[in-house]
């Protein structure tokens, strides 16, 4: 017999998977009911008491999701009741609202559904607006889409969790201090607007694939986070190009992480790897992606672009196998529609592969003094690389060791100094 304590843990369990997967839906679906973000997390968090309240005694639903948008929506038709009796205008929910507060609730709450992928769409443009720094895009997006709590966001990317949650709460204050309009925006503004959306989601996921810092190598269930949020916008946008050019990326990117360290956590680099560990399904969805990318017209997308360079690692079967020229080539055109110092930086990798790395210094030297790359520890480690293969030891020991004091990533910083220690062994 299955004891009481037990069954409550289980539907505990049950709730915290079912919330994750929930609840971005839930406070999307409550935000265009009641206009007000804080509101709509107040009341989603109202629900999911009550499942914590009701599901350990009566067992989890059939349909968890449509329960907890039940509840969510009883409360918020509660709320904006108590609110009207109290003689409070009712601005922000709109004249069509007044209307429905004259019917049954059950009535209003039937009147209230709409799509859900609408909803979706709306918080995600929301939670992506303008007028917030990226940084408040970052958070505000983990919180309301991906369902993190705020001390978790804060410990993905190491900064305290009272900065996580003021760059929370402002978003939110300045969300209703512009008065932000709760909709996917149109024609030019959409494309804007959207270019938001793709570089917060792969933020999201560069720092799950290669930590800015800390003691870890790469943080996965950042990576898992973006890639379900690029599937998700993916299956709302599905013409849309570029969305598919990023889902492709990341998949095709993320299928490494198993060989990407040893079982210590130690790094291991791409040419290092064994490819066998690589995860063929992922790799396999990547190009999928990528393909259906290339059909809507977007094969030269910056993210399609990267996309494509990754498929070239993915579809090589072994390291020296690697089409370096197709990988050069794709990123010039990279640089054609996407200019920037540190793209290449990682043309100059590809050159060397093709062409030796006496061609990919005389890149990486023009780079030295470019503004972007002054605190960029990648710059120093390239040019350790390419020092290293050319013989000059005591160079690129200098510039191992200069990448090492400049990166905040323990992992990376350990492999730089052991790079740094070769050279004299070499020597």
């Not at 505990?12 to 509101?39: F, G, Q, Y």
């Not at 009207?84 to 709450?109: F, N, P, T, V, W």
């Not at 598919?244 to 990326?249: E, R, S, T």
């Not at 990267?306 to 390291?319: K, N």
Request: charged fraction near 30%; aromatic fraction near 4%.
């Amino acid at each position: 017999m299955v004891s009481s304590v037990a069954m409550t843990d289980h539907a505990h369990r049950a709730i915290d998977a079912i919330w994750k997967i929930e609840s971005p839906r839930l406070i999307a679906t409550i935000t265009r009911m009641v206009r007000d973000l804080d509101l709509a997390e107040e009341l989603a968090q109202d629900a999911l008491v009550s499942a914590l309240e009701q599901w350990p005694r009566d067992g989890v639903p059939r349909n968890p999701g449509a329960w907890l948008t039940q509840a969510a929506k009883h409360r918020a038709v509660d709320r904006i009741r108590r609110e009207r009796m109290a003689g409070r205008k009712l601005e922000a929910l709109g004249k069509d609202m007044e209307g429905l507060l004259e019917s049954h609730d059950e009535a209003l709450i039937d009147a209230l559904d709409d799509d859900i992928g609408d909803d979706m769409l709306r918080l995600i443009f929301t939670a992506c607006h303008p007028a917030l720094s990226v940084e408040a895009q970052v958070a505000l997006t983990l919180r309301l889409l991906g369902g993190l709590a705020t001390d978790e966001i804060a410990r993905a990317f190491l900064v305290p969790e009272a900065t996580v949650a003021q760059r929370i709460v402002r978003a939110k204050r300045t969300l209703a201090g512009e008065s932000v309009v709760y909709e996917v925006p149109r024609g030019d503004e959409l494309n804007e607007r959207l270019a938001a959306v793709l570089r917060v989601v792969y933020l999201v996921f560069n720092e799950g694939y290669a930590a800015t810092a800390g003691e870890d190598w790469m943080r996965p269930a950042l990576c898992e986070e973006a890639l379900r949020l690029g599937r998700v916008l993916a299956g709302l946008m599905p013409r849309e190009a570029e969305v598919h050019g990023l889902v492709a990326l990341m998949e095709i990117q993320a299928s490494r992480s198993g060989a990407r360290t040893r079982s210590d956590g130690e790094p291991i680099l791409l040419m290092d790897q064994d490819r066998g560990r690589w995860d063929r399904l992922l790799i396999a969805r990547g190009l999928d992606a990528l393909e259906r990318a290339e059909r809507l017209g977007g094969s030269r997308g910056p993210y399609a672009l990267q996309a494509a360079i990754a498929a070239c690692h993915a579809r090589a079967p072994r390291g020296e196998d690697t089409d370096w020229r197709r990988i050069a080539a794709l990123y010039a055109e990279l640089i054609d529609v996407l200019p920037s110092p540190i793209v290449e930086l990682n043309r100059a990798v590809a050159v060397s592969m093709a062409d030796g790395p006496a061609a990919a210094l005389a890149i990486v030297d023009t780079l030295v003094d470019e503004p972007v790359l002054k605190d960029y520890h990648l710059l120093p480690s390239v040019r350790g690389d390419l020092l290293y293969r050319l013989g000059q030891l005591d160079d690129a020991r200098d510039a191992f060791l200069q990448a090492a004091t400049m990166t905040r990533n323990e992992r990376e910083k350990a492999l730089l100094q052991a790079r740094a220690a070769a050279c004299d062994i070499s020597d």
